[in-house]
């Protein structure tokens, strides 16, 4: 299928990399940002610190306002911090987007009407200069992983909405690239979609091996999806808890199925970042001690 | 699937119309006063002697007719033809001007901020000059010109005025097509590290198609009005220009023969609007939108 050619690129290794800062896929210290508006300076985000490992599924959770989105955009390098360092394998995120480490998805689909779907997908392809031959091989794997390989030659008005999304996903997946910044992407399908799409994202992420930084404000998908959950507050935008998933005995994330919407520990998961979203400082139910819990940064 | 019958809809309305305005100018001359109608010194309603409006049928029957009742004389309709083609080329080469320089201007101020609020005012205020005052000054400008073996033709400064007319729209519809691409492209194309030129083509142009093609018509449009009117002002020969004021002036005698460049001129601003019409059935992929259908 299409893992020989996505598997290439990065570590089999990464689920378990967890605390190797050397190799992080992203790291965040001490960053402030601030805009200058009509009424004032708003801080979007305070004091933030965070690092994504190699291979690790990160999700960033809060309120509006709460600057996830923008913490995104300074990774992808599409806004620069006022303050802090930022830095994604190790590089300058700048000199990470000029060297394409990243695959992006925004919440709108974002391809290009006058494209067919194989032609969106073969976009970054075709302006990093790949040969044709080469696109074509991998344009078709791509496809083939996200269900839309009898889609290819229609054009992104004759799609549905979700089917434009995993247009999305495969073009953000075509440089395979070791990060994925995922920025709402299923915020404006249904459930049934969404939660399809969510468990192809698992499997994709897994097969690929990709470290992926998931803007949301939905708490089950984050919890079906990550292994950490970085839950975030708003006025200034700071990191209030970092929650790590820990779901039933499931080592690598590529396990999860739709079976795990139902289990105990699901719930169990989706209550306690609940209760860290309402600054909840009472203890969950959960009995055995969490090592990470309640990074606080201020 | 719909495109035929639409196609074939547009047909029988545009002839319906026709029909209408045939209906409207025979009743009238049917029914209407001889003398039109006065208030005062006011004429609101024109004559309708057949000197003033002639039959339809009389205008057809004319074409057909010799042009003068020199012998072997062309029919009207190849004489009036042949000066609509003359137009017509005069008018493309004006039009082709018209859109290097409108996409250029629309280029620089799409680039720099600065260009659109230094040049576009200046731009504006080139169309409020009456293109008749100055077209005789185009001409003798452009008879002092001779560099080398090149030397300027009169018909170039027709095309010149007829480019004058068509950049303006141009300039605006590529202006507005090229600023037109989401901020979510934008971001897109500059997380790909993509540059000015090849974000230019994979996007600003693909773009800007659904804003430059009635731009590009009505450019077409203003380049037939152009060259018409410059020919009529300058007084190139060879040209439906000339021919309506030649004609006009011999109506008089022979008032259906008038309007024999009337119709030229209307057949030529039809295939100058349906030739740009062409161009957009050829990029129909960019005419598209993202919304799912």
Not at chain 1, 230 to 255: F, H, K, T, Y
Request: hydrophobic share 50%; glycine share 10%.
């Amino acid at each position: 299928m299409s893992d020989q050619i996505l598997n290439s690129a990065a570590a089999t290794d990464a689920p378990l990399a967890a605390g190797d800062t050397d190799a992080a896929a992203v790291s965040v210290r001490g960053v402030n940002k601030q805009f200058q508006t009509a009424t004032g300076v708003v801080h979007a985000l305070e004091a933030i610190d965070l690092t994504v490992s190699a291979g690790e599924f990160v999700s960033l959770i809060g309120p509006s306002g709460c600057g996830k989105s923008t913490l995104m955009r300074l990774i992808a390098d599409l806004d620069d911090p006022t303050s802090g360092d930022l830095t994604v394998f190790g590089k300058t995120t700048t000199q990470a987007r000029l060297d394409q480490d990243y695959g992006i998805a925004f919440q709108q689909a974002g391809l290009l009407p006058w494209r067919t779907v194989a032609a969106n997908v073969a976009l970054p392809l075709e302006l990093h200069g790949v040969a044709s031959a080469d696109r074509r091989s991998r344009v078709a794997n791509l496809l083939d992983m996200v269900g839309l390989t009898e889609f290819a030659d229609r054009f992104p008005d004759q799609l549905s909405g979700g089917m434009q999304q995993r247009v999305a996903i495969a073009r953000s997946l075509a440089e395979q690239p070791r990060l994925l910044l995922m920025d709402e992407p299923f915020g404006a399908l249904d459930e049934m979609t969404r939660e399809k799409m969510q468990t192809d994202l698992v499997r994709i992420a897994a097969d690929t091996g990709a470290a992926v930084v998931f803007v949301t404000h939905s708490i089950p998908e984050a919890v079906f999806l990550s292994d950490r959950v970085v839950v975030m507050s708003p006025r200034p935008g700071r990191i209030s808890q970092i929650v790590p998933m820990q779901l039933n005995a499931i080592d690598g994330r590529q396990e999860r199925s739709d079976n795990l919407r139902e289990e105990s520990s699901f719930f169990e998961m989706v209550t306690e970042v609940r209760e860290a979203l309402h600054g909840g400082a009472s203890d969950s139910p959960g009995d055995e001690p969490r090592q990470a819990r309640g990074v606080d940064t201020r | 699937m719909t495109a035929r019958p639409r196609l074939v809809g547009g047909f029988v309305w545009g002839l319906a119309g026709v029909l209408l305005i045939a209906l409207a100018w025979e009743g009238y001359k049917f029914f209407g006063p001889a003398d039109g109608l006065s208030i005062g010194e006011l004429r609101v309603l024109p004559r309708t002697t057949d000197l003033a409006m002639p039959h339809l049928w009389d205008m057809m029957a004319r074409l057909a007719e010799p042009v003068t009742r020199a012998e072997g004389a062309l029919p009207l309709w190849a004489v009036v033809a042949l000066a609509a083609l003359t137009t017509l080329g005069i008018a493309a080469a004006g039009w082709a001007v018209g859109v290097v320089v409108g996409v250029g201007f629309a280029l620089l101020m799409q680039r720099w901020r600065l260009a659109e609020f230094g040049l576009l005012p200046w731009i504006v205020i080139s169309q409020t000059v009456p293109l008749i005052a100055f077209a005789p000054v185009v001409k003798s400008w452009g008879s002092r010109v001779e560099i080398g073996s090149f030397e300027w033709q009169d018909w170039m400064s027709v095309a010149l005025i007829a480019s004058y007319l068509a950049f303006f729209p141009i300039t605006v519809g590529a202006l507005k097509g090229l600023q037109s691409p989401d901020r979510i492209h934008l971001e897109l194309f500059e997380t790909y590290a993509s540059g000015y030129w090849s974000t230019l083509k994979q996007l600003r142009f693909p773009a800007a198609v659904p804003y430059l093609l009635p731009a590009l018509r009505l450019g077409a449009a203003n380049a037939v009005i152009g060259a018409v009117v410059a020919e009529v002002s300058t007084g190139l020969q060879g040209g439906i220009g000339r021919l309506l004021i030649q004609f006009a002036g011999q109506a008089s005698g022979d008032p259906a023969k008038a309007w024999g460049p009337i119709f030229g001129a209307i057949v030529l601003g039809l295939v100058a609007a349906g030739s740009v019409a062409l161009l957009s059935v050829i990029l129909k992929d960019y005419r598209r939108t993202e919304e799912a259908a």
